[in-house]
C-alpha cells in the first residue's frame, strides 16, 4: 500500500511502497542517494549501486523506513526495489531542481530561446507560400 511521504516518519522500522518524482540524484562510492518527491512532500531513498535514473523520473520505490538524522527530515528509505515508470529525458527543454539563482529569468528565456530555434531549424521551409 503507497504511503505519502509526508507520513513515512510514522512507518520507522516497517516496509513502505512510495511513488513520486525524483528531484535530485547524488552519487557516493557504491551508494545513490534519491530526494524523492510527491504531492505532500520529499524523502532521502538510499540505493546500493548506481541508480539508473534522472531528474523528474516517475519511480515507485519499495524499502525500509529508518531513523537517519543526517537525512532530509531525519528518516530515509533503504531501497530493495526500484521501478522506473516513467523516464525523463536528462536533458529537459526547461532547468528544473536547480539552484533558485541558477533559475534567472534571463536564463530561462535564453534556454527556452535557444531550444526554439534548434527546433525551427529542423523545420523544412515551403518556399511556394
Known amino acids: 500500500m503507497r504511503t505519502l511521504l509526508a507520513e513515512v516518519a510514522k512507518h520507522a522500522g516497517e516496509e513502505v511502497e512510495v511513488r513520486g518524482w525524483v528531484h535530485r540524484v547524488r552519487e557516493l562510492g557504491k551508494i545513490s542517494f534519491l530526494l524523492l518527491r510527491d504531492r505532500s512532500g520529499m524523502a532521502q531513498c538510499v540505493v546500493d549501486g548506481k541508480a539508473e535514473v534522472t531528474p523528474e523520473s516517475v519511480v515507485i520505490v519499495l524499502g525500509q523506513m529508518s531513523a537517519n538524522d543526517k537525512a532530509p527530515g531525519g528518516f530515509e528509505v533503504q531501497v530493495t ?49
Not at 531542481?97 to 526554439?116: G, M, W
Open 81 to 129: 526495489s526500484l521501478q522506473v515508470v516513467a523516464r525523463a529525458e536528462p536533458d529537459l527543454p526547461v532547468p528544473v531542481n536547480q539552484d533558485p539563482d541558477k533559475l534567472s529569468l534571463e536564463a530561462v528565456l535564453a534556454r527556452i530561446s535557444h531550444t526554439a530555434a534548434t527546433i525551427l531549424d529542423q523545420v523544412p521551409s515551403d518556399e511556394s507560400i
